[in-house]
């Protein structure tokens, strides 16, 4: 079929496809600058918790619509898409602060169960420290805690001392067998280094300061036939012939581990844990050379001598089943553990003698 359309025909369709063609081409460029234009408002926004509403897309009207209202270009017609949530980041306003050593005293109130031990390990000192800083209070003994007693704690091992009249910074340093410049040097004393002044009264931390410590300890009592000084009054008449131990030693409690204060130059034995009412036993074989209260913070002890130069002691119990001047068997039942005198809870304070000297417990027990 041949094409009968002529020339000016022609032409006519050619405008009405270009006047249909140019709306679409313009709507098309609107969108895709209000995508790029969306794009990067999205981009250049800070996270948050925001809802996002999307760019909306343009509905555009067909060409018969456009005819109709005389070729009139019309308003798109937006319609919102979803919402698009955009990544959360949450303010944070605090700031880590690394902990700083301290320079100046701290007061503790002693609990129930607390120990010279798990006290000064709680604060990162040595036991001595928190002994020597509180000599009204504890006179270095390690036993000598009471539960609602004030303890001053030292800054840093070492000696926390009070400033006497006609004290000298070479006199206190020799004595506590530092250097001058140890103290003086000090932050936390905040001396001035070229005219160090201490007012009397003033207290003063002397880093790495040590000294001997005076502890009450309970005299050793000694069986007749070990040929000795009695240390104190024996309890009752000792026999000459009783049992004798093997020299080695079995563990005086059900539990073999610490509950306080271990072994220090400042605490010659060992706090066992034991609660109120756990069976006492006998470490070795010996003679009972001392059952009952006594003074000095041990509360119902009992004593006994093994007959071969070893003594074990064993304080603040409940109550006592064997009585001075018998004989006993290792691993015997002796009694029940507690906390009688100086103690802030139950344990067994077990000491170790040889010939009148103290030994680490740990050093014979298995």
Known sequence: MKNNLGAGEKSGLSRRFLDDLVPWFLWV????LLAVLTTMVIR???????????TPVPVVQSSASVKAAGNSVPMPDFTPVTDVLAMQRESDMHTIIPSRPRSTAATYTVEKGDSVFAIANKFKLKPESVLWANYSVLNDDADALSVGSNLTIPPVDGIYYKWAKNDTIDAVAAKYKVKAMDIVSWPGNKLDLTHPEIKVGD???????WRESH????????????GASRGITAQCTLPANAANGSGSFVWPSVNHYLSGNDYTPTHL????????????YAADSGLVVYSGPIGGGYGNMVMIDHGNGYTTVYAH?????????????????????????????????FEVRY????????????
């Open 317 to 349: 119990n409940s109550s006592l089943l064997v009585k001075c001047g018998q004989s006993v068997a290792k691993g015997q039942l002796m009694g029940y553990t507690g906390s009688t005198g100086n103690s802030t809870g139950p344990h067994l304070h």
């Open 215 to 226: 502890q009450w300890l309970v005299p050793t009592i000694w069986r007749p036939s070990a």
């Open 203 to 209: 207290y003063v931390m002397i880093p790495g300061g």
């Open 355 to 366: 010939n009148g000297g103290f030994i680490n417990p740990h050093f014979v027990l298995p």
């Open 29 to 32: 460029v609107v969108v895709v």
């Open 269 to 280: 034995g060992i706090d066992i844990a034991a609660a109120d009412g756990s069976p006492l």
């Open 44 to 54: 250049l926004t800070p996270l948050g918790v925001y809802a996002v509403e999307a």
